[in-house]
């Protein structure tokens, strides 16, 4: 089993900024990528951000994001970061950490618990 506990959310003014964080810890695992989903009320989980752990860490961006949010990770920690400036009240939603690993020779994914972020003056 992996756990992934994410941290960072909260309330924040348009404009703003805030980081997110979300940690993995088990055993015996590889994380082949991680990334952000979120959702909004009354919407789908959508994509935010995926990175890869290969070298050079390979990323893609929901087009509602591009030049603003900026995903990284620290492999020696299993750690993704989120980056999110000059916040909107549209990203407002549960953000949620995913991970895809290969555990025991199989292939896995696992969601964080999700950490809400609200844009609003």
């Known amino acids: 089993q992996v756990q992934l506990v994410e941290s960072g959310g909260g309330l924040v003014q348009p404009g703003g900024s805030l980081r997110l964080s979300c940690a993995a810890s088990?055993?015996?695992?590889?994380?082949?990528?991680m990334g952000w989903y979120r959702q909004a009320p009354g919407k789908q989980r959508e994509l935010v951000a995926r990175?890869?752990?290969?070298?050079?860490?390979?990323?893609n961006y929901a087009d509602s994001v591009k030049g603003r949010f900026t995903i990284s990770r620290d492999n020696a920690k299993n750690t993704v970061y989120l980056q999110m400036n000059s916040l909107k009240p549209e990203d407002t939603a549960v953000y949620y950490c995913?991970?895809?690993?290969?555990?025991?020779?199989?292939?896995?994914?696992?969601w964080g618990q999700g950490t809400q972020v609200t844009v609003s003056s």
């Open positions: 995913n991970a895809d690993v290969t555990e025991s020779g199989w292939v896995r994914s696992y």
């Open positions: 088990g055993s015996n695992f590889r994380i082949n990528h």
């Open positions: 990175i890869t752990s290969g070298s050079g860490g390979s990323t």
